[in-house]
Nanobody
Framework: VQLVESGGGLVQPGGSLRLSCEAS????????MDWYRQAPGKQRELVAS????????RYEDPVKGRITISRDSAKNTMYLQMSRLVPEGTAIYYC????????????WGQGTQVTVSS
């Protein structure tokens, strides 16, 4: 499974941004996908998750109410819609695919930079 993120950029506080993560390869083996972020000097942290079979979503506390994770199976793409962004949201955002192929595996994208600043 290969992943490519896009949609990052510079946005003012209070603004919105939508990130995309396009998957290719053994897509049928993917059972869940996640968004992570890594702020400067901090560890990478989970932001949100979505399951493939039921589209069940989960959000971590720091971002609840301000982000929405979704996916479009026809486009093999997962999204992260972010609104009311704050400077603390500045980070590199990564998508991750969890899949089963001769065992449990995971694939990461290269990341997309989001900078929240006036």
């Amino acid at each position: 499974v290969q992943l490519v993120e896009s949609g990052g950029g510079l946005v003012q506080p209070g603004g919105s941004l939508r990130l995309s993560c396009e998957a290719s390869g053994s897509i049928s083996s993917v059972y869940a996908m996640d968004w992570y972020r890594q702020a400067p000097g901090k560890q990478r942290e989970l932001v949100a998750s979505i399951t493939i079979r039921t589209d069940t979503t989960r959000y971590e506390d720091p971002v609840k109410g301000r982000i929405t994770i979704s996916r479009d199976s026809a486009k093999n793409t997962m999204y992260l819609q972010m609104s009311r962004l704050v400077p603390e949201g500045t980070a590199i955002y990564y998508c991750k695919a969890n899949y089963y192929l001769d065992g449990l595996r995971r694939a990461w994208g290269q990341g997309t930079q989001v900078t929240v600043s006036s």
